[in-house]
C-alpha cells in the first residue's frame, strides 16, 4: 500500500494534505547543475565546502563532495538534479553529495550518513543512494530512506526500489511498491520485510515528506547563489565523516580534510580520536626516510 494512500486513511485523514508523487513533478523539471541544485530549504541548514562552513539557502549550487547538514530543528532541504531526479533531506540528516566511491557503488548521487533521504526519479531513470548499511536504487520510483545508529530502514513509496546490503558477495533484493525493509547494522543483521509501513516508521516520519513539492530549478539555475561563510570549518564539524564505519569512505577522502590539518585545533582532535581513523598515522607522522651509507 503506498505511502501516500496508507497516512490518508489511517494517520493523516483529518487533514487535506496533497497526495501527488514526486516522480509526476520531477519529470517536468529542467535541468539542473551536474550536482544538484537547492531549491527548497524549511528551516536552516549548513553546508561545508573546502575549509569553511556555509549557511545554506535556496538556489544555491552544490558542487561534488559538498556535505549537507540539515539540523534536527529544521524541517527540509530539497536538491533538484539532472535528469528530473529530486532529492530531500529531512531533519537530523547528513549527506555527501556525488560522493566517490569504489566499485559497485561509483555513480552513487548522495551519500546518506545518517537521517532521512526520499529519493524520486521520472519513468526511465535509475538513480542510487548509498549509506552505511546498504545502498538503495529506484528506476522511476519514489523511495524513502531512514538510517540510524542501529541500522536503516528503505520504503518504497511508489514502483520498485532495489536494495544491496554491503559485504561479500553483495545481492540486491528488490522492494515492491508499499514494501518496507528494516535491516540492522552489520553483514549478519537480519533483515524484516512487511508489506506496509510499520506503526513506527509512520510515526517518526518528517511531515515534509508527505507534501506534494514542485519542481523550482528553473528559478534559480541561470542565477544560482553563492552560500554565506559562517566559519572555518572546525575539528568537529568534519568528525562524523572522518570516523564513519566505511574505511574505503575515510580513506577516499583524505585528500578532501587534508588541507585543514594545518589548523592546529583539527590537527589535535585527529590525533587525540586516531583509533576511530588510523589511516591518519601516517598523514600526520609519515616515517622518517630510511639513510642510506653512501
Not at 119 to 139: E, I
Not at 164 to 173: D, H, I, K, T
Not at 251 to 259: D, V
Request: include cysteine.
Amino acid at each position: 500500500m503506498p505511502l501516500m494512500f496508507f497516512l490518508r486513511r489511517r494517520i493523516l485523514q483529518p487533514l487535506a494534505m496533497s497526495m501527488a508523487l514526486w516522480s509526476g513533478l520531477a519529470g517536468a523539471a529542467p535541468a539542473a547543475p551536474s550536482s544538484g541544485l537547492l531549491t527548497i530549504l524549511d528551516g536552516s541548514a549548513f553546508l561545508l565546502r573546502e575549509t569553511g562552513k556555509f549557511a545554506l539557502a535556496e538556489g544555491v549550487m552544490l558542487r561534488p563532495d559538498d556535505v549537507i547538514e540539515v539540523p534536527a530543528g529544521a524541517r527540509l532541504a530539497r536538491i533538484e538534479l539532472p535528469d528530473g531526479l529530486s532529492l530531500a533531506l529531512g531533519p537530523g540528516s547528513r549527506a555527501l553529495i556525488s560522493p566517490r566511491l569504489p566499485g559497485e557503488r561509483a555513480g552513487a548521487c548522495l551519500y546518506l550518513l545518517n537521517g532521512w533521504l526520499k529519493l524520486s526519479a521520472p519513468k526511465g531513470v535509475k538513480a542510487t543512494v548509498a549509506a552505511s548499511p546498504l545502498d538503495v536504487s529506484t528506476t522511476g520510483g519514489t523511495l524513502i530512506l531512514w538510517v540510524q545508529p542501529d541500522g536503516a530502514r528503505v520504503f518504497a513509496e511508489a514502483g520498485e526500489s532495489g536494495v544491496r546490503r554491503g559485504g561479500a558477495p553483495a545481492s540486491v533484493q528488490t522492494l515492491a511498491s508499499g514494501e518496507l525493509l528494516s535491516l540492522g547494522n552489520g553483514v549478519d543483521a537480519k533483515a524484516e520485510l512487511s508489506n506496509r509501513p510499520t506503526q513506527t516508521f509512520v510515526s517518526a516520519l518528517p511531515r515534509a515528506f508527505v507534501d506534494a513539492l514542485p519542481a523550482r530549478a528553473a528559478k534559480f539555475q541561470d542565477h544560482p547563489l553563492e552560500p554565506k561563510l559562517l566559519a572555518p570549518l572546525a575539528y568537529a564539524d568534519a568528525q562524523p565523516w572522518l570516523d564513519v564505519d566505511s574505511p574505503s569512505l575515510r580513506r577516499a577522502y583524505l585528500a578532501r580534510w587534508r588541507p585543514l590539518t594545518k589548523d592546529a585545533e583539527f590537527r589535535r582532535g585527529l590525533v587525540a580520536d586516531m583509533k576511530a581513523h588510523p589511516e591518519w598515522e601516517p598523514v600526520l607522522f609519515p616515517p622518517r626516510p630510511k639513510h642510506t651509507a653512501p
